[in-house]
């Protein structure tokens, strides 16, 4: 968890950082010492944040979140409401992410922004004039089919490296390896292109800000090679914010709306 608090709706204080409880009851709790921390008793007027995991229509709760099993199902917006009294905002994580690149960091010339997480799993966020566009369950491009029988995130995640070599992605010296990798993304940054024709495709997470990592050239390369119907491809831009970007996204979207 990684919670901050501003003052006057520009400038973010310094983050109080905690380790996720797979429990909810106790991860609301360590939630509400940090917010404790980081408000230094003043009073909260409203509250953003993003969470891993896919949200019901309602963004009350998660239905789906592999890493976080104890928390789905739960009431995580009542439950923050009871607790704060205050407007309770929540989003998937890469919302907020993508949100702080498009209006902070490497999607900031841009009207449309793609970006994409290649981490542990893969998600991705479309934002619009530096909002989130509106879905029913949000959008997970890292679960698109890439081969028949794998999803992008199968292919390309620190997830899945280790479930197919049995070695974390950073134990992974074999270049052959990383080259796949940079060709399955690309094939799936191809299909979040033609069906999203973003301005910029921003890229961030470990597998691509790591090191080592799946090289940038070589899935610009890839996606030249592969791209039929679009004139031109739009800039692939590395994430430049990094841990930072989702308090900024939540900054930007709890400004929205006042």
């Given at each position: 968890?990684r ?8 400038e ?25 921390k980081?408000?230094?008793?003043e ?34 917006k009542e ?15 890469c ?14 010339d841009?009207k449309?922004?793609?970006?994409l997480t290649?981490?542990?799993g ?27 029988e794998?999803?992008?995130?199968d ?12 070695k ?38 470990k ?11 070589l ?15 739009p ?24």
């Amino acid at each position: 968890m990684r919670v901050a608090g501003s003052s006057d709706g520009k400038e973010l204080g310094e983050p109080a950082i905690a380790g996720t409880p797979g429990d909810f009851e106790e991860g609301m709790k360590v939630f509400e010492d940090l917010v404790s921390k980081v408000s230094g008793g003043e009073k909260i007027e409203a509250i953003a944040g993003g969470i891993a995991g896919v949200f019901d229509a309602e963004h009350t709760q998660l239905l789906r979140s592999p890493n976080l099993l104890g928390w789905m199902g739960k009431p995580i917006k009542e439950e923050l409401t009871k607790r704060f009294g205050v407007p309770i905002y929540l989003y998937n994580d890469c919302d907020m992410d993508g949100v702080g690149e498009a209006v902070a960091g490497a999607g900031q010339d841009f009207k449309t922004v793609a970006y994409l997480t290649v981490s542990t799993g893969v998600g991705g966020s479309l934002i619009v004039a530096g909002e989130p566009v509106g879905s029913g369950f949000g959008l997970e491009p890292g679960q698109q089919i890439i081969d028949r029988e794998n999803s992008l995130e199968d292919l390309v995640s620190g997830a899945g490296f280790k479930k197919r070599f049995e070695k974390k992605a950073e134990e992974i010296s074999n270049n052959a390896v990383w080259e796949m990798a940079a060709k399955d993304l690309a094939i799936g940054i191809h299909n979040t292109i033609v069906h999203w024709s973003p301005d910029v495709v921003v890229l961030g997470g470990k597998m691509i800000t790591g090191n080592p990592a799946i090289d940038l050239g070589l899935v610009e390369e890839n996606l030249k090679r592969i791209m039929k119907i679009f004139p031109t491809l739009p800039p692939i831009r590395k994430a430049e914010l990094g841990d930072k970007s989702g308090l900024i996204g939540a900054l930007e979207l709890l400004n929205k709306h006042k």
